[in-house]
Every structure is written in structure tokens, then in C-alpha cells.
């Protein structure tokens, strides 16, 4: 396609029609099984972005999706969240061949109710396809049973309670997920170890070479890019492993070396802070103190 925009879907209906399902039994939420699509478009866009969240469960795909840089094949059985704006492509024959569950909710659906900001604190929204929840058949067993739970719910005569059924049934499904993806941190602690030891190193060279005067301190962007995981991924993976987000390890690592200038050079604050990546001294003080409970002078004249 000549055309480099996403196609944008902005409703359910609008979703189902595109991938030849039927018409949605409720507007603002829909449970479909993937083995009802069999083909994709002729024309199938090269980038797609919803107006809705999506949680899909899929296995034994010959589909390959791409979302931000990443391809991710789904020979294994996964769980993927993609939020609202966010876009993501579809690769395969046009005929398919998958399994699997899917989940969409419009956020008007939320709309006055406790959920609707709560779902924005769910970080994997934002992970990366490759960094997508692999399930054991159990769990993969559960989150399916949650989803048609609410498919059942909204097949089922509309009443006063409804959404209030479905949204804790979702908010189920979504503290599950969170609780699968530690498992998967743990599980996986080689391969996350090994992302730690590349962290460390990453900040080493940082540190220790020309790039804090060149370009200032490193942002949390820059880091997930070079270890080619997303910055929510790292945050959450940090926090489990070592109890810190990204940027405290950042952070931590400027204060290490701040304390060693101070303690063995005669540079002045105002050089250190420079040196440091820093514009103004007064920002550098700032988070030593807050880092460290003493001012940077202060901890100099302890040497002292």
C-alpha cells in the first residue's frame, strides 16, 4: 500500500466487520474466537491502530504480528494487551490457521468506574510483542474461562448489573496477568539476569566514558532501546529483580560516581555537576541530597 498511515478502527462493530465476523452482540465489548476468522484481507493494512484495548490468547498461529520493531511468531501458546493508540501489524498467507481467544474492550465502557484509570497502571499495555505473557496450560485454561464468562454475560439478558459483573470479571482477568507476568520474571531468571548484567555494563561504559558530557544522563528510553526490551518491561522486570525502577538505577549510578569525583578530585561542584551531564549545579545538589540525606560539599568535607 502506498499509504504509510495506520488504519485506524475506531469501534467494535467497525473491527468485527473488517475481519468478516459477525455483528457484536453488545457495542462496547466482545469475546470472539480466533478460529472464526479464517482468512485475512486481500488488502490487509500494513499497520493497524485500535481505538479499544485488545487481549489476545493465541496459539499455533502461522500469523506473524509486528508491534513497535518487533516480529513475533505464535507457535507457543501467549497472551498479548495492546492499549488504545498503539500500532501493531499483521503478517500471513491470507489463509489462517490459529487458535485461541480474544478479548476487546472500548474504554467507554470503563467510563465511571474505578477501572477506568486503573487499567492505565497495568504496565504490560506497553510491553513489546516479544515480551508478550507465555501461559502454562492451567493458567491459559483460567484466562480463557474469564473471557467467556463475559462473553456469557453480555449473551445474557442486559440488567442493572451487568456491567458491573463484567467489569469485575476483566478486572479478574487483569490482576491474573500481572500476577502470571512475576511468575514469568522468575521463571525466567537466566535470561533476566543476564539483561540486569547488560544494564550494569551499559551504565559502566556510559558512566565512564564521554556520553554524560556529550549528551547528559541517559533517559529511560535510551536504555530499554539499547537492551532491545520496552521501558515498561525493564521497569517492572528492575523492580522485581532488585526492588528499582529504571531510573533509580540511573540515578544511583550518577550518585556512585558524583561521590568518587568528590572524594578524589579537586574539581568544584559546579565542575562535578558538569561533568555529570548537568546544566545547573542546583540540580545536581538537589538530587545528591535527596540521594544521599548530605550535600555534595558535605560529603566532601567528611573526607576531610
Do not use: C
Not at 18 to 44: A, C, M, T, W
Request: glycine share 4%; hydrophobic share 35%.
Amino acid at each position: 500500500m502506498a499509504n504509510n498511515q495506520p488504519h485506524r478502527i475506531k469501534s467494535i462493530r467497525e473491527f468485527r466487520e473488517f475481519r468478516g465476523l459477525p455483528k457484536p452482540e453488545h457495542p462496547l465489548i466482545s469475546v470472539y474466537n480466533f478460529e472464526e476468522i479464517k482468512q485475512l484481507n486481500e488488502d490487509e493494512p500494513r499497520s493497524i491502530m485500535l481505538d479499544f484495548y485488545s487481549i489476545s490468547l493465541k496459539r499455533n498461529s502461522n500469523a506473524k504480528m509486528r508491534y513497535g520493531q518487533q516480529e513475533y511468531d505464535f507457535n507457543e501458546g501467549l497472551i498479548l494487551f495492546i492499549a488504545p493508540g498503539q500500532v501493531f501489524s499483521i503478517e500471513a498467507n491470507t489463509s489462517l490457521e490459529h487458535s485461541g481467544w480474544s478479548l476487546l474492550v472500548h474504554p467507554d465502557f470503563l467510563w465511571n468506574t474505578p477501572l477506568a484509570q486503573k487499567i492505565r497502571q497495568y504496565e504490560y499495555f506497553d510491553y513489546a510483542v516479544h515480551e508478550a505473557l507465555h501461559l502454562s496450560d492451567k493458567e491459559e485454561a483460567m484466562i480463557i474461562g474469564i473471557m467467556k464468562n463475559i462473553q456469557q454475560e453480555y449473551h445474557s439478558n442486559i440488567d442493572k448489573f451487568s456491567q458491573d459483573v463484567i467489569i469485575a470479571q476483566l478486572e479478574l482477568l487483569l490482576t491474573y496477568s500481572e500476577r502470571f507476568y512475576n511468575r514469568q520474571f522468575i521463571t525466567r531468571k537466566i535470561s533476566n539476569h543476564k539483561i540486569l548484567a547488560r544494564l550494569e555494563n551499559l551504565l559502566d561504559d556510559y558512566f565512564n566514558g564521554d556520553s554524560l558530557l556529550q549528551k547528559g544522563l541517559p533517559t529511560v528510553q535510551f536504555i530499554a532501546e539499547s537492551l532491545n526490551v520496552s521501558p515498561n518491561y525493564l521497569s517492572g522486570l528492575l523492580k522485581l529483580l532488585t526492588g528499582q525502577s529504571t531510573q533509580q538505577h540511573i540515578h544511583d549510578k550518577l550518585i556512585e560516581k558524583a561521590k568518587e569525583k568528590l572524594s578524589t578530585t579537586n574539581l568544584s561542584i559546579s565542575e562535578i555537576a558538569y561533568e555529570l551531564g548537568f546544566e545547573h549545579q542546583q540540580s545536581f545538589s538537589k538530587l545528591f541530597k535527596t540521594k544521599t540525606n548530605v550535600s555534595p560539599l558535605e560529603f566532601r568535607q567528611s573526607f576531610n
